[in-house]
């Protein structure tokens, strides 16, 4: 089964989306299999994002990622990570697709709201950065035989 890392960003904490934005994921069918607010540190953004560096938005997005709290999820699920983009919605919320989280409730890059992994690799990586193993559970949910075939 796949996983991915969901960042709900400082401006979904802030903007009081933190719930709608689970249940788009959970309404989904994706399940949560580790959950946790914290303030994100300026090394751990740099390590998220490292990938950025030297772009001429990456210290904006080191700022905005610090700004205030975010909740971290991993999601799993069968192809969770193509799943999950596609509820996220495009990088410019202006270009995401109504009914996604950014097409919904976003209007700028900057604040866009979402984080999702782009690869079942980064996935993994994204989530070992991210979670202690130990905060990892495994459980079996009754309604996945209507969700799974
Ligand atoms: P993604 O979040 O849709 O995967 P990426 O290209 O990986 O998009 O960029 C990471 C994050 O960096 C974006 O979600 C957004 O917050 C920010 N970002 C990307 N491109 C720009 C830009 O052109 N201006 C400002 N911020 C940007
Ligand atoms: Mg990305």
Do not use: C
Not at 28 to 56: F, N, T
Not at 65 to 86: C, D, F, H, K, Y
């Amino acid at each position: 089964m796949e996983r991915t890392l969901i960042i709900i960003k400082p401006d979904g904490v802030e903007r009081n989306l933190i719930g709608p934005i689970i249940t788009r994921f959970e309404q989904r069918g994706l399940k949560i299999v580790g959950m946790k607010m914290l303030q994100v540190s300026d090394q751990l953004a740099r390590q998220h994002y490292a990938v950025h560096e030297g772009k001429s938005f990456f210290e904006p997005l080191i700022e905005y990622i610090t700004s205030a709290p975010v909740v971290v999820m991993a999601l799993e699920g069968p192809q969770a990570v193509q799943a999950a983009r596609n509820t996220i919605g495009a990088t410019k919320p202006v270009e995401a697709t109504a009914g996604s989280i950014r097409g919904d409730f976003g209007m700028m890059v900057g604040r866009n709201l979402v984080h999702g992994s782009d690869s079942p690799e980064n996935g993994a990586a994204e989530i070992a950065l991210w979670f202690d193993e130990s905060e990892l559970v495994s459980y079996e949910r009754v309604v996945d035989r209507w969700i799974l075939e």
